[in-house]
């Protein structure tokens, strides 16, 4: 930081909350240490449970962590080497942090010290002193404490530009350097005879990014761009007399990664690797993956271990830290040599199956016996075509069982008791669908039956469970599925508190129904009521059978209440789940639904692709941690997908999910059955704790590159907490949480509906405490994003307070449009005259237009305008009620990239109001529109059209101003008094444009009369080294920039210019953007905040600096 001419009053900004990459992880003792940007974070290992964060502090100025180096020895305390970049620091891990855990303190002074030169590597000598490993290929030993000072050094020749290095020996003498080139080659000296280097190890086709020496087995591992890991029998490093014959001999070659490795360590003679594929994979003596490890965002570029207990660290470019922990090997799935020819499957508990024949048998498998056992034959069973569902009852050891067939017959039995069954022909025609689903307000030993039968017509059956007798069958519903091709029902649930009954069919749609007041006109009718067949358990006759269920025509059909039609396509959903106050759905499709009821009706918040590949979603767990298990078929697996580690817990080689096949699972165990090669296989594992612990959150794999605060929330018990959205390369949107208190970013939604890049963002219909329509806890806030493929989504964000949950926030995500140009291209007349849009198509820029909602335009039309690559300048209109959102105008002034817009709204002393949009392009260029009449035009044609219109032209700028050499990559606009408006621009240049306008309403008769006067222009050129990417006014005297070359400065704006008022440096490289507001305090002093995004996400503050006295009167 430091000020420039005319820092006196100047305020600097104060980092008060980092996300950055973690780009360095080590062990000291019992806690973790993570290097993101210039600061560590310390979390606490206790025992066998959940680690804990303990302690964070910036150590570095300005530079990343790229490095930590623990002592090695007995003791509480212990001194860790922090170094990246040119600079070093040393702390202190000492016990009785806040909660009994680490604290981390500054030696040696307490400040980091810049020694010069890069530092590649260090490690702790004899004497507590540093050997280092320094650009150039030099090796020094460094006496950190006191003032710093250089023991010895020495330079090796021969060295080539040095891109890793690791350091072996404890004293000078047999002190030894292998460092990794950029050429390839792993060259190794003693820093004793440093003149020639000792050995070359040659094999990688590419840079060689990281090191791992084990001094024990003599053993070198090496990680290089060209994605290989290479394990080198190297002796003993130190050794002055040269190792044995087998020196420098390529003992493995491991290729696995799919992109460059970062990191690599040894676990035994065994090589661990972590690369920018996001994967951490273990290799066997074969050069083969012993163990892959996934959940990370994006690449990886941090990997420690520890020995003692075989526990494993990862950090990458999301900012995340994962702990590891040792798994046994999956199991296989054993076969179980099935009787006959299954057709069916089912698991009615860890190590219980039954299978169904195709001839209509029945057997159960028991694992305990090791046998299978028949349970039905043929003739007493549902015959071929048979479809099987089972519920188990407390307990574990017994289940209900429905079996049905072609014929029409049902039979309901407990699993201990096959004879005594209830005996029922609900159809005359086949059962089509058959399955159980829980009911609130049923005993413990009942649960409700639905069977869908030929022509739609679907049953709802209680049955009820009675030892020694057969199950007692009560009718209590009768319903009728829409017409369509495949008409039966997948899955079902009783939403509670409702009186409703929600179903899924094979066509893809989900129904409602009353149930109510079924159970009422269930109860007056004996002869809908059915006890079972012969309460002693043996055989009835065909004609009790059928008259069982003769009166249930004094049921009514019911109609569906609500219906979303093919809401999962034509292939069918898998299941429907109630958790909290909210409806999922999921489908063959590869998405799950997540839904609410209003008024008897079904709406569709948002939806979810919860992984890449995952293109039959069969069903959603919510587990008591909070975590969400995703079940479905990835290729030919079946896997169990953790939303919160973003892995795959379970993955199983099936041959896919068009065979029959079950999932059982419990706190002890989990199983799954499938069928192959004509018979019955068991997949049993035991249950074990999580293999990962995530310490960090991820947010993002790749860059940031825009980024808006939604507002803040307050807490009882927690300092304000501020919720910002985020888009980044990765295609994914981010809403989360960040604390000044924790420093740190707790995701609490992910937007994943674009199919490219997310560049833009714009907020509107913002809503706090004490706004009308809104409660005094949270936000309400209209979300557009836009970005890559021309895609624009919106979405309606609700956040408040939940003390009870982890981040004490919760958002809740709708989705209420979207819109792709080449969607709205396939849908226009004699397109084949027309010139088909470009699909690499860009929104750079996103603002919404405010002031739309006026007396002029009564309709609730929302308006966006959005900067193009194509050269356009485009106008959209926004339904929120109808979902609909329309483009209305555009423009292809510019004929070039527009990076930048910018909406304002004129006001006019008589109430007239003038809505005007600001633009500019990549040749420097500001262009300023009057859009009033488009937007009063447009609303009136979509009022008439019903949200369907041909798109109206623009019209010409009022003014272009040619404020910059090249692309304008930074804009914003301040409103002033009477009239004026200050435009503060920032270029690819490094330049600083500030403009003063003026707008009048005249009598002429382009655009209404409006104009523009340019009252005033100020420019600074070479403001900053690089691209001015951010630029906010403040206020009419104060702005402040931001730029790729991590530098954010104030300016005090005057009419002869800017003048430099302070310079702070910022921590997130390639920087995108940023975002500014204001909080006054108690006290009424007046706080900025800012947030940078990039490579990483900053928050920074600073005292406001006094305003200047107002200029005096003319005498």
């Known amino acids: 930081m430091g000020g420039g ?152 020749g021969g060295a080539g530009a040095l891109r890793c290095a690791v350091l072996a020996g404890t004293g000078w003498a047999r002190l030894a350097l292998a460092a990794g080139t950029a050429a390839g080659t792993v060259v190794v000296w003693r820093a004793a005879a440093a003149a020639a280097p000792r050995q070359r190890l040659r094999g990688h086709r590419g840079a060689v990014l990281a090191l791992c020496y084990a001094a024990p087995r003599g053993l070198l591992a090496s990680a290089s761009e060209d994605r290989s890991v290479r394990l080198w029998a190297v002796g003993e490093l130190g050794d002055g007399d040269g190792a044995g014959g087998g020196a420098g001999a390529c003992l493995l070659v491991c290729y696995g990664h799919g992109a460059r490795v970062a990191a690599v360590a040894l676990r035994g003679p065994h090589p661990v690797s ?20 996934r959940g990370h965002r994006g690449a990886l570029r941090a990997l420690a271990l520890l020995p003692a207990g075989g526990r494993l660290a990862t950090g990458g470019d999301d900012g995340g830290v994962r702990l590891w922990r040792p798994r046994r090997a999956a199991p296989g799935a054993i076969p179980l040599g099935a009787p006959g020819r299954p057709r069916a499957v089912l698991l009615a508990g860890p190590r219980r199956v039954l299978a169904l024949g195709e001839a209509g048998e029945l057997a159960a498998y028991e694992a305990a016996a090791g046998r299978w056992a028949p349970v039905l034959p043929p003739a007493a069973a549902a015959g071929p075509r048979g479809v099987l569902a089972a519920a188990p009852l407390p307990g574990g050891d017994e289940a209900l069982c429905a079996l049905a067939g072609g014929d029409g017959r049902l039979l309901l039995f407990a699993l201990s008791r096959p004879g005594a069954a209830a005996r029922l022909r609900p159809f005359e025609g086949a059962v089509r669908g058959l399955g159980w689903a829980p009911r609130p307000g049923l005993p413990p030993a009942a649960a409700a039956l639905l069977a869908s039968g030929p022509d739609g017509e679907l049953l709802w059956l209680d049955v009820a469970h009675r030892p020694g007798r057969a199950p007692g069958v009560r009718l209590m519903g009768r319903y009728l599925l829409p017409a369509c091709r495949q008409r039966w029902h997948t899955c079902a649930a009783f939403l509670p508190r409702a009186g409703l009954l929600l179903c899924g069919d094979r066509r893809g749609s989900l129904l409602l129904f009353p149930c109510s007041g079924c159970s009422g006109r269930a109860a007056e009718s004996a002869g809908i009521t059915c006890s079972g067949t012969n309460p002693g358990g043996e055989g009835s006759s065909s004609e009790s059978e059928t008259s069982r269920l003769v009166h249930k025509g004094a049921l009514p059909l019911e109609a569906p209440v609500s219906v979303l039609f093919g809401l999962h396509g ?103 059955a499938f069928i192959k090669c004509g018979d019955v296989m068991l997949y049993h594992r035991d249950a074990e704790p999580c293999e990962q612990q995530v310490l960090l959150a ?173 050269g356009s300048v485009r106008v959209f209109g926004l339904l929120e009620a109808a979902r609909k959102l329309v483009l209305v105008a555009e423009s292809f002034h510019h004929q070039r990239c527009v990076l930048k817009v910018e909406a304002f709204l004129y006001t006019r002393a008589g109430g007239e109001r003038r809505h005007l949009l600001c633009s500019a392009a990549t040749d420097g260029s500001i262009a300023f529109w009057d859009i009033t009449s488009p937007i009063a035009e447009a609303a009136a044609t979509l009022q008439q059209a019903e949200g369907e219109m041909q798109p109206l032209a623009l019209g010409t700028p009022l003014l272009t101003i040619m404020a910059h050499s090249c692309g304008v990559n930074s804009l914003h606009i301040r409103e002033m008094p009477e009239g004026r408006y200050l435009v503060a621009s920032g270029s690819d240049d490094g330049s600083i444009h500030v403009c003063l306008l003026e707008v009048a309403l005249g009598g002429g008769e382009a655009a209404g009369g409006t104009c523009l006067h340019v009252l005033e222009r100020v420019a600074r ?85 006094p305003e200047p006295p107002p200029p005096e009167a003319p005498q």
């Open 5 to 156: 001419p005319g820092g006196g009053g100047g305020g600097k900004m104060e980092s008060v909350a980092l996300v950055a990459p973690v780009t360095a992880l080590e062990f000291a003792g019992d806690v973790l240490l993570a290097g993101t940007g210039p600061e560590v974070v310390a979390f606490r290992l206790s025992g066998g449970g959940p680690a804990a964060a303990a302690g964070r502090r910036s150590v570095l100025r300005e530079a990343s962590v790229l490095g930590l180096r623990a002592e090695r020895g007995p003791g509480a305390a212990r001194r860790v080497a922090a170094f990246g970049g040119r600079w070093l620091a040393v702390l202190a891990v000492r016990a009785g942090g806040p909660g009994g855990g680490a604290q981390l303190a500054a030696c040696g002074g307490g400040a980091a010290r810049e020694l010069g030169a890069r530092v590649w590597e260090a490690r702790w000598a004899a004497g507590g002193r540093l050997a280092l490993a320094l650009s150039g290929g030099a090796v020094a030993l460094y006496e950190w404490r006191g003032g710093g000072r250089w023991l010895q050094r020495a330079s090796c």
């Open 1021 to 1105: 050129p070479c403001a900053h080294a690089a691209h001015v990417t951010g630029i906010r006014v403040l206020r009419p005297d104060l702005l402040l920039s931001a730029s790729v070359d991590q530098r954010l400065t104030l300016w005090h704006r005057h009419p002869g210019g800017l003048d430099e008022l302070s310079t702070t440096f910022f921590h997130v490289p390639d920087l995108a953007e940023l975002d500014c507001w204001e909080v006054r305090e108690a006290g009424g002093q007046l706080r900025y905040y800012c947030v940078l995004c990039g490579q990483g996400l900053e928050m920074l503050c600073g005292m406001a600096p």
């Open 698 to 870: 991820s947010l993002h794999g790749r860059e940031i590159t825009c980024v808006r605060r939604l507002g803040a929330v307050e807490v009882p018990g927690h300092a304000t907490l501020n919720i910002f959205v985020t888009g980044s390369e990765d295609t994914m949107a981010c809403i989360l949480m960040l604390s000044e208190c924790s420093r740190a970013a707790v995701p609490l939604a992910r937007l994943s509906d674009h199919v490219s890049s997310v560049r833009a963002l714009a907020l509107a219909s913002s809503m706090g405490p004490g706004d009308k329509g809104f409660g005094d806890e949270g936000l309400s806030v209209l979300l557009f994003s836009a970005g890559g493929r021309a895609q624009i989504e919106c979405y309606r964000l609700l956040c408040a307070r939940d003390p009870a949950s982890e981040s004490a926030v919760a958002c809740q995500v709708i989705h209420v449009g979207s819109h792709r140009l080449d969607e709205h291209w396939e849908r226009k007349k004699n397109r084949h005259k027309l010139i088909k849009m470009d699909p690499e198509t860009r929104y750079m820029s996103l603002s919404v237009i405010p002031g739309t909602s006026t007396k002029q335009l009564p309709m609730p039309w929302k308006f966006l305008a959005a900067a193009c690559s194509d």
């Open 570 to 672: 034509k292939t069918g959903v898998t299941s429907v789940t109630c958790h909290g106050e909210y409806i999922y759905s999921t489908g063959r499709d590869g998405v799950y639904r997540q839904l609410r009821l209003r008024d008897q009706q079904l709406e569709v918040l948002r939806k979810h692709r919860p992984c890449k590949g995952l293109q039959w979603i069969e069903e959603l767990r919510f587990t008591p941690d909070g975590d969400l298990l995703v079940m479905g078929f990835h290729a030919d697996n079946f896997v169990v997908w953790s939303s919160r580690t973003g892995e795959n817990l379970h993955c199983i080689p099936c041959g896919g999910g068009h065979r029959s096949w079950s999932y059982y699972s419990s706190p002890l165990a989990e199983a799954f």
């Open 274 to 293: 972590a690369g920018e594929d996001g994967a951490c994979l273990e290799w066997d003596g074969g050069g083969g993956v012993r163990r892959a490890r």
